[in-house]
């Protein structure tokens, strides 16, 4: 089986007041490595969404670089707005399950 591949590696987030995501804290793919943690905009990431990218919840292993426990992959879910989730439907905000709070 082929892995899948991941554009982005989501390890923090942070939520407005209205329940929508204000940032993340994410290692981006940079060819055949990751990133240092950058902190992306909700706006942005929703563009890199719409675009196609993969982004996954998961976090770095310890003493292992470039190497991670890979969680739920995100997904654009639409009822009336556009919501980032990682469940298979969301309510009426953005979810992201298993995800620290920064």
């Known amino acids: 089986m082929a892995r899948k591949k991941i554009n982005g590696v989501i390890e923090a987030v942070r ?14 793919k940079r060819w055949l490595v990751f ?6 905009k909700r706006d942005e990431l929703l563009e890199q969404l719409k675009a196609g990218r993969v982004y996954v919840t998961g976090q770095r292993k310890p003493y292992g670089g470039n190497l991670f ?4 992959q995100l997904h654009l879910s639409e009822n009336g707005s556009l919501f980032i989730t990682t469940k298979d439907q969301a309510e009426s905000r953005d979810i992201l399950t298993n995800v620290p709070i920064f």
């Open 35 to 40: 990133s240092d943690s950058v902190l992306i």
């Open 69 to 72: 426990v890979i969680g739920k």
């Open 15 to 28: 939520y407005t007041a209205e329940g929508k995501i204000d940032v993340v804290r994410v290692y981006k």
